[in-house]
Protein backbone atom coordinates (compact mmCIF):
# COMPACT_ATOMS: atom_id res chain seq x y z
CA UNK A 1 0.00 0.00 0.00
CA UNK A 2 1.22 3.47 -1.00
CA UNK A 3 1.00 6.53 1.33
CA UNK A 4 1.28 10.25 1.01
CA UNK A 5 2.25 13.05 3.94
CA UNK A 6 2.03 16.53 2.97
CA UNK A 7 3.75 18.43 5.47
CA UNK A 8 1.82 21.78 5.42
CA UNK A 9 -1.93 21.88 5.61
CA UNK A 10 -1.43 25.96 5.10
CA UNK A 11 1.21 28.00 3.03
CA UNK A 12 0.82 31.85 3.00
CA UNK A 13 3.02 33.80 1.37
CA UNK A 14 3.16 36.72 -0.93
CA UNK A 15 2.68 37.58 -4.36
CA UNK A 16 6.09 37.44 -6.51
CA UNK A 17 7.67 35.64 -4.08
CA UNK A 18 8.95 31.55 -4.41
CA UNK A 19 6.78 28.87 -2.79
CA UNK A 20 7.50 25.27 -2.08
CA UNK A 21 4.90 22.71 -0.95
CA UNK A 22 6.53 19.36 0.25
CA UNK A 23 5.56 16.00 -0.85
CA UNK A 24 6.89 12.72 0.80
CA UNK A 25 5.69 9.27 0.08
CA UNK A 26 5.81 5.62 0.71
CA UNK A 27 5.61 2.61 -1.28
CA UNK A 28 7.32 -0.83 -1.75
CA UNK A 29 6.17 -0.81 -5.35
CA UNK A 30 7.12 1.32 -8.48
CA UNK A 31 5.08 4.81 -8.41
CA UNK A 32 4.08 7.60 -10.82
CA UNK A 33 3.55 10.92 -8.93
CA UNK A 34 1.42 13.01 -9.52
CA UNK A 35 0.01 17.34 -8.24
CA UNK A 36 -3.29 18.45 -8.54
CA UNK A 37 -4.43 21.49 -7.95
CA UNK A 38 -8.43 22.38 -6.69
CA UNK A 39 -9.82 25.95 -7.22
CA UNK A 40 -12.70 26.56 -4.82
CA UNK A 41 -15.86 24.89 -6.15
CA UNK A 42 -14.11 23.08 -9.19
CA UNK A 43 -12.93 19.53 -9.67
CA UNK A 44 -9.09 18.38 -9.86
CA UNK A 45 -6.70 19.80 -12.62
CA UNK A 46 -3.62 17.92 -13.30
CA UNK A 47 -0.50 19.94 -12.45
CA UNK A 48 2.50 17.81 -13.28
CA UNK A 49 3.59 14.01 -13.10
CA UNK A 50 6.81 12.44 -12.52
CA UNK A 51 6.03 8.76 -14.72
CA UNK A 52 9.92 8.08 -15.09
CA UNK A 53 13.22 9.66 -16.51
CA UNK A 54 14.31 13.04 -15.55
CA UNK A 55 13.93 14.07 -12.06
CA UNK A 56 12.93 17.38 -12.80
CA UNK A 57 9.30 17.72 -14.63
CA UNK A 58 7.65 21.04 -15.13
CA UNK A 59 3.74 21.04 -15.31
CA UNK A 60 1.50 23.87 -16.23
CA UNK A 61 1.12 27.48 -14.98
CA UNK A 62 5.19 27.75 -13.77
CA UNK A 63 5.58 25.20 -11.58
CA UNK A 64 7.94 22.59 -11.33
CA UNK A 65 8.42 19.09 -9.43
CA UNK A 66 11.49 17.29 -8.60
CA UNK A 67 11.30 13.66 -7.42
CA UNK A 68 13.93 12.47 -5.16
CA UNK A 69 14.02 8.74 -4.91
CA UNK A 70 16.11 8.46 -1.47
CA UNK A 71 14.47 11.04 0.35
CA UNK A 72 10.93 9.23 -1.24
CA UNK A 73 9.75 12.97 -2.18
CA UNK A 74 8.17 15.00 -4.47
CA UNK A 75 8.28 18.67 -3.36
CA UNK A 76 6.09 21.08 -5.81
CA UNK A 77 8.22 24.53 -6.45
CA UNK A 78 7.37 28.22 -8.60
CA UNK A 79 9.92 30.61 -8.50
CA UNK A 80 7.15 33.74 -8.58
CA UNK A 81 3.32 33.28 -7.51
CA UNK A 82 0.60 35.34 -8.57
CA UNK A 83 -2.83 35.62 -6.38
CA UNK A 84 -4.35 33.34 -9.25
CA UNK A 85 -2.44 30.36 -7.49
CA UNK A 86 -4.50 30.77 -4.62
CA UNK A 87 -5.95 27.26 -4.08
CA UNK A 88 -5.51 23.93 -2.51
CA UNK A 89 -2.85 21.39 -3.81
CA UNK A 90 -2.85 17.77 -4.11
CA UNK A 91 0.14 15.41 -4.09
CA UNK A 92 -0.98 11.59 -5.05
CA UNK A 93 0.54 8.42 -5.64
CA UNK A 94 -0.40 5.35 -8.06
CA UNK A 95 1.34 1.78 -8.59
CA UNK A 96 2.66 1.91 -12.39
CA UNK A 97 0.81 -1.05 -12.69
CA UNK A 98 -2.56 -2.23 -12.33
CA UNK A 99 -5.51 -0.52 -11.91
CA UNK A 100 -3.49 2.99 -10.71
CA UNK A 101 -5.63 4.32 -8.34
CA UNK A 102 -4.39 7.37 -6.96
CA UNK A 103 -3.77 7.91 -2.88
CA UNK A 104 -4.43 11.89 -1.89
CA UNK A 105 -2.14 13.63 0.36
CA UNK A 106 -4.37 15.77 2.86
CA UNK A 107 -3.32 18.97 0.92
CA UNK A 108 -1.77 21.98 1.22
CA UNK A 109 -3.90 25.06 0.88
CA UNK A 110 -2.12 27.96 -0.58
CA UNK A 111 -2.91 31.92 0.47
CA UNK A 112 -1.18 34.46 -1.67
CA UNK A 113 -1.14 37.44 0.13
CA UNK A 114 -0.93 40.54 -2.14
CA UNK B 1 -13.10 18.42 -26.21
CA UNK B 2 -15.86 18.18 -23.66
CA UNK B 3 -14.48 16.69 -20.17
CA UNK B 4 -16.05 14.28 -17.67
CA UNK B 5 -19.41 15.87 -16.61
CA UNK B 6 -21.28 14.98 -13.68
CA UNK B 7 -24.52 15.42 -12.15
CA UNK B 8 -25.93 16.46 -10.44
CA UNK B 9 -23.73 19.64 -9.07
CA UNK B 10 -25.75 19.56 -6.24
CA UNK B 11 -27.87 17.28 -3.90
CA UNK B 12 -29.80 17.57 -0.66
CA UNK B 13 -31.66 14.81 0.67
CA UNK B 14 -33.06 12.99 3.87
CA UNK B 15 -31.25 10.59 6.06
CA UNK B 16 -32.40 7.66 5.18
CA UNK B 17 -33.12 8.07 1.29
CA UNK B 18 -31.13 6.51 -1.52
CA UNK B 19 -29.44 8.58 -4.04
CA UNK B 20 -28.16 8.49 -7.74
CA UNK B 21 -25.12 10.18 -8.63
CA UNK B 22 -24.30 10.21 -12.50
CA UNK B 23 -21.17 10.42 -14.18
CA UNK B 24 -20.00 10.68 -17.98
CA UNK B 25 -16.35 10.06 -19.14
CA UNK B 26 -14.36 11.52 -21.79
CA UNK B 27 -15.44 9.75 -24.79
CA UNK B 28 -13.01 6.66 -25.83
CA UNK B 29 -11.98 6.41 -22.11
CA UNK B 30 -11.74 3.09 -20.79
CA UNK B 31 -11.05 3.23 -17.32
CA UNK B 32 -13.48 5.45 -14.78
CA UNK B 33 -12.90 6.24 -11.13
CA UNK B 34 -14.90 7.31 -8.13
CA UNK B 35 -13.31 9.10 -5.65
CA UNK B 36 -15.07 10.86 -2.15
CA UNK B 37 -13.82 14.10 -0.93
CA UNK B 38 -14.58 14.74 2.79
CA UNK B 39 -13.53 17.06 5.51
CA UNK B 40 -12.61 14.33 8.03
CA UNK B 41 -11.33 11.64 5.69
CA UNK B 42 -9.60 14.30 2.27
CA UNK B 43 -9.56 12.48 -1.09
CA UNK B 44 -10.42 8.87 -0.69
CA UNK B 45 -10.59 6.00 -3.91
CA UNK B 46 -14.53 4.18 -4.20
CA UNK B 47 -14.25 2.12 -7.12
CA UNK B 48 -12.65 1.69 -10.12
CA UNK B 49 -13.82 0.16 -14.24
CA UNK B 50 -11.58 -0.81 -16.37
CA UNK B 51 -13.08 -2.07 -19.58
CA UNK B 52 -15.16 -5.24 -19.08
CA UNK B 53 -13.18 -6.27 -16.19
CA UNK B 54 -14.72 -6.91 -12.80
CA UNK B 55 -14.59 -3.50 -10.78
CA UNK B 56 -12.51 -2.68 -7.99
CA UNK B 57 -14.54 -2.29 -5.21
CA UNK B 58 -11.48 -2.06 -2.40
CA UNK B 59 -12.87 1.84 -1.77
CA UNK B 60 -16.47 1.58 -0.88
CA UNK B 61 -16.99 2.25 2.41
CA UNK B 62 -20.17 0.11 3.18
CA UNK B 63 -22.63 -2.31 1.53
CA UNK B 64 -25.09 0.83 1.33
CA UNK B 65 -22.17 1.49 -1.87
CA UNK B 66 -23.04 0.49 -5.15
CA UNK B 67 -22.03 1.48 -8.40
CA UNK B 68 -22.31 0.45 -11.97
CA UNK B 69 -21.10 1.42 -15.78
CA UNK B 70 -23.47 0.95 -18.61
CA UNK B 71 -21.81 -0.37 -21.91
CA UNK B 72 -18.50 1.36 -20.95
CA UNK B 73 -19.34 4.59 -20.55
CA UNK B 74 -21.81 6.48 -18.20
CA UNK B 75 -21.57 5.16 -14.69
CA UNK B 76 -23.50 5.77 -11.81
CA UNK B 77 -22.64 5.88 -7.94
CA UNK B 78 -25.70 4.85 -5.76
CA UNK B 79 -26.01 5.33 -1.85
CA UNK B 80 -28.86 3.71 -0.36
CA UNK B 81 -30.12 4.73 3.20
CA UNK B 82 -27.74 7.82 3.26
CA UNK B 83 -26.63 8.73 6.92
CA UNK B 84 -25.00 12.49 7.18
CA UNK B 85 -21.52 10.97 7.58
CA UNK B 86 -22.10 10.36 3.47
CA UNK B 87 -22.07 14.12 3.46
CA UNK B 88 -19.10 15.04 0.94
CA UNK B 89 -18.40 15.83 -2.31
CA UNK B 90 -18.32 12.54 -4.89
CA UNK B 91 -15.98 13.25 -7.63
CA UNK B 92 -15.52 10.99 -11.36
CA UNK B 93 -12.24 10.62 -13.29
CA UNK B 94 -11.55 8.60 -16.41
CA UNK B 95 -8.61 7.91 -18.32
CA UNK B 96 -7.27 5.99 -21.16
CA UNK B 97 -5.71 2.95 -18.91
CA UNK B 98 -2.35 5.16 -18.93
CA UNK B 99 -1.33 7.06 -15.83
CA UNK B 100 -3.36 10.34 -16.01
CA UNK B 101 -6.88 10.85 -14.70
CA UNK B 102 -9.08 13.92 -15.76
CA UNK B 103 -11.39 14.64 -12.91
CA UNK B 104 -15.16 16.01 -13.25
CA UNK B 105 -16.51 19.36 -11.41
CA UNK B 106 -17.69 16.98 -8.61
CA UNK B 107 -21.23 16.31 -6.62
CA UNK B 108 -21.60 17.69 -3.70
CA UNK B 109 -23.62 15.77 -1.55
CA UNK B 110 -25.28 17.18 1.99
CA UNK B 111 -27.42 14.64 4.14
CA UNK B 112 -29.55 16.26 6.53
Known amino acids: AQSVTQLDSQVPVFEEAPVELRCNYSSSVSVYLFWYVQYPNQGLQLLLK??????LVKGINGFEAEFNKSQTSFHLRKPSVHISDTAEYFCAVSESQGAQKLVFGQGTRLTINP | GAGVSQSPSNKVTEKGKDVELRCDPISGHTALYWYRQSLGQGLEFLIYFQGNSAPDKSGLPSDRFSAERTGGSVSTLTIQRTQQEDSAVYLC??????????FGPGTRLLVL
Open chain 2, 93 to 102: ASSTGAETQY
Open chain 1, 50 to 55: YLSGST
